[in-house]
């Protein structure tokens, strides 16, 4: 029916744009994993959570994993 049709036309750009904050957000978590690494930090998962922290606390920003 064309309403759906139209739903979905209007979906489909959404859809796209959420797609490339996924590829955004992995290509952050690698780099992230890789700064962690070059750092000499105990492990990427600590090295994560500071930055969390960092990030949250100056720049209000949230995680969304």
Known sequence: DEQNRDREEHNQPIQQILLEIK?????????????????????????RNILKG????????LELN
């Open 54 to 61: 960092i990030l949250e606390d100056s720049f209000s920003v």
């Open 23 to 47: 590829k955004l957000n992995n290509k952050y978590d690698s780099t992230i994993g890789a700064l962690g690494a070059r750092c000499g930090l105990y492990s990427e998962s600590s090295f």
